[in-house]
């Protein structure tokens, strides 16, 4: 039985048909339909974050979707992170990443990185403590998680600075 | 690994929903946020033939309290929602439901996952099963019949087991008084994980004394279970540590990879304890 589905997605701000079959979860059709290979799978069953994505801002286990219910949602990547930041293609947030050496072998980073970017938005000022709660989300066996949470504390207290200046 | 084949359908209305269910028979399944379901689609410990996707019905997602203080909460709630629910919707009352939520997974479980999935889902040691069973929630389905009321503690049957007829939808649940002296604690080895022994108390209390109160208990039983013996215990002006060593001495835990039943019973002691300290704790 394959039961194929024409579906529309948005993702980072374009619009996407797609017909896959209905059991393809959103990780799968955005790395093998829409070569969107930045986003990770690991697990599949919801354990690792490694597929964190944003669905309408919020951060979800894309493993733990199907992409048939994300339809009239907003879903956004990793590979929109550097978008309109001119020369230095890195945002603020990878940015930080890479200064506090917040990953080591880079496998579960896409997901660290969307998962804080949702966060963040929601929670701007978020503490030091909450950041490290949030984190405990996903898996990574490099870092021991100091750097992570040191690259995302600093992007927050960069954004909070820029937004008083402003 | 990737889930078995199914078709999809996406209901358009709860009316919708229930006469899909009923079209399509046992061998489908309601999807929400899909937290539970979709890990086990995966692993393939579930195969459903049919998935009715209840998700696009923005009608069961609410938070409201009515005129004589109860709270209703649709089933499409997610429980981030109700983490981050403005003050006046759950306090004064039911301010256990916002601070059990983050015993819930993390963030993005949080997220999708729905109140009304959790239930219907129906793992004993769900937070949701232990808050609707101690706090007395009465949960509403809707089946080609029309609507009815099943109080929590007759909702849930043993192991992913409940009340809900093949063609019922669990559309709300509604918490009918306010829990001013709850507390929902549970002892998992990493946080996020699912609790080996998770305990939700409501207290009936006034100025500091304690005239009753209902126990709640997960991971003892093949359902969430409530424990008269501890209750009466409460109600007899016992101990908070009386209350508790009842309650251990009146359940018969399972033993497995995460626990043998004398360590589920030092775990249901420690935490009926914590939690009916925690519930009279301003």
């Known amino acids: ?166 | 690994m990737k889930p078995a084949p199914f078709r999809y359908h996406r209901a358009r209305s709860t009316e919708d929903a229930t006469r899909l269910l009923a079209e399509l028979g046992a061998d489908a399944k309601v999807i929400a946020g899909g937290q539970s379901l979709v890990a086990m689609m995966n692993y393939r410990l579930a195969r459903p033939a049919h998935l009715v996707d209840i998700g696009g019905l923005r009608a069961l997602d609410h938070l409201h309290r009515d005129a004589d203080g109860g709270l209703h909460i649709g089933a499409l709630t997610t429980h981030h929602t109700v983490e981050t629910a403005p003050p006046g919707v759950l306090e004064p009352g039911f301010g256990v439901l916002r601070r059990a939520m983050r015993w819930i997974g993390h963030l993005p479980i949080r997220t999708r996952g729905t109140v009304g999935g959790s239930l219907a889902h129906a793992d004993a040691t769900a937070e949701w099963c232990l808050l609707a069973v101690a706090l007395g929630a009465e949960l509403v389905a809707e089946g080609p019949h029309g609507r009815r009321r099943i109080r929590a503690e007759d909702f849930f049957f043993g192991y992913y087991t409940t009340a809900l007829d093949p063609g019922e939808l669990l559309v709300e649940a509604v918490f009918p008084r306010p829990a001013p002296h709850a507390a929902l604690t549970e002892f998992a080895e990493r946080h996020g994980d699912f609790a080996i022994v998770a305990a939700a108390i409501d207290l009936d209390a006034e100025d500091g004394s304690v005239r009753g109160g209902r126990v709640a208990l997960g991971g003892v039983a093949p359902a969430t279970v409530r424990v008269p013996e501890a209750e009466a215990v409460l109600a007899g002006g016992g101990t908070f540590a009386e209350c508790a060593a009842a309650a251990a001495d009146a359940s018969d835990p399972p033993g497995d990879a995460n626990g043998s039943p004398e360590y589920r019973r030092h775990l249901i002691r420690t935490l009926v304890r914590r939690a009916c300290e925690e519930a009279m704790s301003p």
């Open chain 1, 1 to 166: 039985m394959t039961d194929l589905q024409l579906m529309t997605l948005d993702v980072n701000g374009e619009e996407h048909e797609v017909v896959a079959e209905s059991r393809r979860t959103l990780v799968d059709v955005l790395r093998h339909d829409l070569r969107l290979t930045g986003t990770h799978v690991g697990c599949e069953h919801g354990i690792c974050g490694a597929c964190t994505v944003l669905v309408d801002d919020r951060p979800v286990r894309a493993c733990l979707m199907f992409a048939a219910q994300a339809e009239g949602t907003r879903i956004r990547t990793v590979e929109s992170l550097s978008q309109g930041t001119g020369e230095c293609e890195l945002s603020d947030l990878q940015r930080a990443f890479s200064e506090h050496h917040g990953l080591q072998c880079g496998f579960c980073t896409p997901g660290f990185l969307m998962l804080a970017e949702g966060f963040l938005a929601e929670r701007p000022d978020a503490s030091k403590e909450e950041i490290r709660e949030v984190v405990a989300a996903n898996l990574c066996r490099c870092t021991g998680y100091q750097t992570i949470v040191e690259a995302i504390d600093d992007c927050a207290a960069a954004r909070r600075r820029a937004g008083k200046e402003n």
